[in-house]
């Protein structure tokens, strides 16, 4: 499975971006995708998950209210609507699909992972 990751951009605090993640094969539909990202200078941290169905959902408490991960009916496609954004939200973004197709916080359950997209949010 590759996974591109695409739609990060320069916006200023308080606007939206909606970042998408497609999968190279249809296979990737029964897996679980989360998305991460990564500051500078700052470890990758969990930010949202989806499992296969696109039904449960976990977010991270920094995000929760404020992103909304979904997948499209065929689930091939998993975006992250990021409305509110914060400085502390700019990031490299990286999308991940698990070996398994429940949704899953945990970063070592991730297999396949995504090129990234950078998010820049200015105060």
């Known amino acids: 499975v590759q996974l591109q990751a695409s739609g990060g951009g320069f916006v200023q605090a308080g606007g939206s971006l909606r970042l998408s993640c497609a999968a190279s094969?249809?296979?990737?539909?029964?897996?679980?995708v989360g998305w991460f990202r990564q500051a500078p200078g700052k470890e990758r941290e969990f930010v949202a998950a989806?499992?296969?169905?696109?039904?449960?959902?976990f977010y991270a408490d920094s995000v929760k209210g404020r992103f909304t991960i979904s997948r499209d009916s065929a689930k091939s496609t998993v975006f992250l609507q990021m409305n509110s954004l914060k400085p502390e939200d700019t990031a490299v973004y990286y999308c991940?699909?698990?070996?398994?197709?429940?949704?899953?916080?945990?970063?070592?359950?991730?297999?396949?992972w995504g090129q990234g997209t950078l998010v820049t949010v200015s105060s």
């Open positions: 991940a699909a698990a070996l398994r197709s429940a949704a899953t916080t945990q970063r070592n359950e991730y297999r396949y």
């Open positions: 094969r249809r296979t990737s539909s029964n897996n679980g």
């Open positions: 989806v499992d296969w169905r696109g039904s449960t959902t």
